[in-house]
Protein backbone atom coordinates (compact mmCIF):
# COMPACT_ATOMS: atom_id res chain seq x y z
CA UNK A 1 0.00 0.00 0.00
CA UNK A 2 1.33 3.25 -0.89
CA UNK A 3 1.72 6.21 1.31
CA UNK A 4 -1.20 7.99 -0.93
CA UNK A 5 -3.15 4.51 -0.47
CA UNK A 6 -3.02 5.07 3.52
CA UNK A 7 -3.73 8.99 3.14
CA UNK A 8 -7.31 7.94 1.50
CA UNK A 9 -8.10 5.36 3.90
CA UNK A 10 -7.56 7.28 6.44
CA UNK A 11 -9.79 9.92 4.84
CA UNK A 12 -12.80 7.64 4.36
CA UNK A 13 -12.08 6.47 8.00
CA UNK A 14 -12.26 9.86 8.86
CA UNK A 15 -15.49 10.42 6.83
CA UNK A 16 -17.12 7.21 7.90
CA UNK A 17 -16.63 8.38 11.48
CA UNK A 18 -17.99 11.61 11.50
CA UNK A 19 -21.34 10.02 9.99
CA UNK A 20 -21.12 7.98 12.95
CA UNK A 21 -20.30 10.85 15.29
CA UNK A 22 -23.64 12.72 14.16
CA UNK A 23 -25.77 9.94 13.71
CA UNK A 24 -24.99 9.23 17.76
CA UNK A 25 -25.84 13.07 18.47
CA UNK A 26 -29.25 11.80 16.42
CA UNK A 27 -30.34 8.66 18.44
CA UNK A 28 -29.20 11.50 21.82
CA UNK A 29 -31.50 13.78 20.40
CA UNK A 30 -34.38 11.11 19.52
CA UNK A 31 -33.93 9.75 23.32
CA UNK A 32 -33.75 12.96 24.80
CA UNK A 33 -37.87 13.31 23.21
CA UNK A 34 -38.84 10.38 24.15
CA UNK A 35 -37.46 11.37 27.54
CA UNK A 36 -39.04 15.20 27.94
CA UNK A 37 -41.86 15.65 30.75
CA UNK A 38 -44.44 15.93 27.10
CA UNK A 39 -42.32 13.85 25.41
CA UNK A 40 -42.03 14.19 21.45
CA UNK A 41 -42.58 10.78 19.64
CA UNK A 42 -42.80 12.65 16.24
CA UNK A 43 -39.08 14.21 16.87
CA UNK A 44 -37.75 11.19 18.53
CA UNK A 45 -39.12 9.17 15.19
CA UNK A 46 -37.45 11.84 12.50
CA UNK A 47 -33.96 11.80 14.60
CA UNK A 48 -33.86 7.56 14.28
CA UNK A 49 -34.87 7.70 10.73
CA UNK A 50 -31.75 10.16 10.57
CA UNK A 51 -29.21 8.39 12.56
CA UNK A 52 -30.40 5.22 10.44
CA UNK A 53 -29.41 7.52 6.69
CA UNK A 54 -26.08 8.28 8.61
CA UNK A 55 -24.98 4.75 9.91
CA UNK A 56 -25.63 3.49 6.58
CA UNK A 57 -23.80 6.41 4.71
CA UNK A 58 -21.03 5.96 7.15
CA UNK A 59 -20.64 2.26 5.86
CA UNK A 60 -21.21 3.40 2.23
CA UNK A 61 -17.96 5.59 2.57
CA UNK A 62 -15.99 2.62 4.23
CA UNK A 63 -16.91 0.34 1.17
CA UNK A 64 -15.81 3.86 -1.02
CA UNK A 65 -19.31 3.67 -2.94
CA UNK A 66 -20.40 6.96 -4.26
CA UNK A 67 -23.78 8.22 -3.45
CA UNK A 68 -25.85 11.06 -4.12
CA UNK A 69 -27.39 13.59 -1.58
CA UNK A 70 -30.27 11.71 -0.60
CA UNK A 71 -32.40 10.80 2.47
CA UNK A 72 -34.39 7.84 0.58
CA UNK A 73 -32.93 5.20 2.77
CA UNK A 74 -33.98 2.08 0.05
CA UNK A 75 -31.88 3.66 -2.47
CA UNK A 76 -29.09 3.55 0.06
CA UNK A 77 -29.95 0.26 1.06
CA UNK A 78 -29.48 -0.74 -2.58
CA UNK A 79 -26.00 0.89 -2.78
CA UNK A 80 -24.90 -0.88 0.54
CA UNK A 81 -26.55 -4.19 0.39
CA UNK A 82 -24.00 -5.49 -2.11
CA UNK A 83 -20.77 -4.41 -0.26
CA UNK A 84 -22.21 -6.29 3.32
CA UNK A 85 -24.42 -9.06 2.41
CA UNK A 86 -23.96 -10.47 5.80
CA UNK A 87 -25.89 -7.16 7.28
CA UNK A 88 -28.52 -7.18 4.73
CA UNK A 89 -31.37 -8.13 7.23
CA UNK A 90 -29.77 -5.11 9.22
CA UNK A 91 -29.96 -2.88 6.62
CA UNK A 92 -33.45 -3.84 5.55
CA UNK A 93 -34.32 -2.67 8.80
CA UNK A 94 -33.46 0.37 9.20
CA UNK A 95 -34.62 1.25 5.76
CA UNK A 96 -37.52 0.73 6.78
CA UNK A 97 -37.69 3.64 8.54
CA UNK A 98 -39.47 6.77 6.38
CA UNK A 99 -40.35 10.03 8.86
CA UNK A 100 -43.48 10.78 7.00
CA UNK A 101 -44.88 6.85 7.55
CA UNK A 102 -43.95 7.20 11.26
CA UNK A 103 -45.45 10.69 11.53
CA UNK A 104 -49.13 8.89 10.08
CA UNK A 105 -48.56 6.00 12.61
CA UNK A 106 -47.93 7.84 15.32
CA UNK A 107 -50.77 10.52 15.01
CA UNK A 108 -53.42 7.91 14.92
Known sequence: MSEDDDSLANDHRLIAQRWLLIANRDIRSAQACLDAASSI???AAYHCQQAA????KSLLVVARVPFRKTHDLEALRDL???YFPDLSDMIDCLSRLRTGA???A???
Open 102 to 104: MFS
Open 106 to 108: IRR
Open 41 to 43: PET
Open 53 to 56: EKLI
Open 80 to 82: LVP
